[in-house]
């Protein structure tokens, strides 16, 4: 804010401009932020795929069925046993 009356004093700008210059400035840092935060969860989400998709093709089963936590891995009959 100091800069803004700065810059209003010296007849670069109106205090009006100042303050439009500076609220735009943090729209803009909040929404490079949320971009940020976004992007961070949609590599985990991309993350979590790939180590999906590969334990899959390792064990073998559908990648439902991982979901079921009921210690079995599925096998190549596609439910239950070892």
Same mark, same amino acid.
């Given at each position: ?10 007849? /670069?700008?109106? /205090? ?5 210059v ?19 969860f ?8 790939? /180590? ?17 936590h ?8 596609g439910?239950?046993?070892p």
């Amino acid at each position: 804010m100091r800069l803004a009356r700065t810059a209003a004093r010296d007849g /670069v700008c109106t /205090v009006q401009a100042a303050r439009l210059v500076l609220f735009l400035g943090w729209w803009l840092l909040a929404g490079g932020l949320a971009a940020s935060i976004a992007e961070g969860f949609a590599r985990l989400t991309l993350l979590g795929l790939l /180590v999906t998709w590969r334990l899959c093709r390792a064990l073998d089963c559908q990648p439902g069925d991982l979901l079921t936590h009921d210690g079995t891995h599925g096998g190549p009959a596609g439910r239950g046993g070892p």
